[in-house]
C-alpha cells in the first residue's frame, strides 16, 4: 500500500499562487507516476497533471497549462503542484494520487492511491 498526504491548501485572491505538496509512504517502489486530480461542488472529478519518477516526464490538462507546475523530490517521495495566475474556476477539493503507470494517469480516469485532499478556494 501506498499513503498519501496532501498539504499547502488555502484561499488565495484570483490571480495570486499556492503551491500545494504531497507526502507519499509505504510501498513508493512500486508507483511510477504521480500527480493531482480536482473536483469542484456538482462537478466530476478532473485531471490536472502528473510526473514520472523515471526521467520526471510532465503532462497536464489543458485548462492548467502555463499555470501549474509539478515537480518532484524522489528522495523524499513528495510531489509538488505549483499553481500561479489562479482563477476562480480552479477552486476545488484537490487529491493527490500515484499509479503504477505513467500513461495510465495521464488518461486522467483514475489511479492506484489517493490522498484525502485538501481545498483550494480561489476568490473573484
Known amino acids: 500500500q501506498v499513503q498519501l498526504v496532501e498539504s499547502g491548501g488555502g484561499l488565495v485572491q484570483a490571480g495570486g499562487s499556492l503551491r500545494l505538496s504531497c507526502a507519499a509512504s509505504?510501498?513508493?517502489?512500486?508507483?511510477?507516476?504521480m500527480g493531482w486530480f480536482r473536483q469542484a461542488p456538482g462537478k466530476e472529478r478532473e485531471f490536472v497533471g502528473a510526473?514520472?519518477?523515471?526521467?520526471?516526464?510532465?503532462y497536464y490538462t489543458d485548462s492548467v497549462k502555463g499555470r501549474f507546475t509539478i515537480s518532484g523530490d524522489n528522495a523524499k517521495n513528495t510531489v509538488y503542484l505549483q499553481m500561479n495566475s489562479l482563477k476562480p474556476e480552479d477552486t476545488a477539493v484537490y487529491y493527490c494520487?500515484?499509479?503504477?503507470?505513467?500513461?495510465?494517469?495521464?488518461?486522467?480516469?483514475?489511479?492506484?492511491?489517493w490522498g484525502q485532499g485538501t481545498q483550494v478556494t480561489v476568490s473573484s
Open positions: 494520487a500515484a499509479d503504477r503507470s505513467f500513461a495510465t494517469m495521464t488518461r486522467g480516469l483514475s489511479a492506484d492511491y
Open positions: 509505504g510501498r513508493t517502489f512500486s508507483t511510477q507516476a
Open positions: 510526473i514520472g519518477w523515471r526521467g520526471g516526464s510532465t
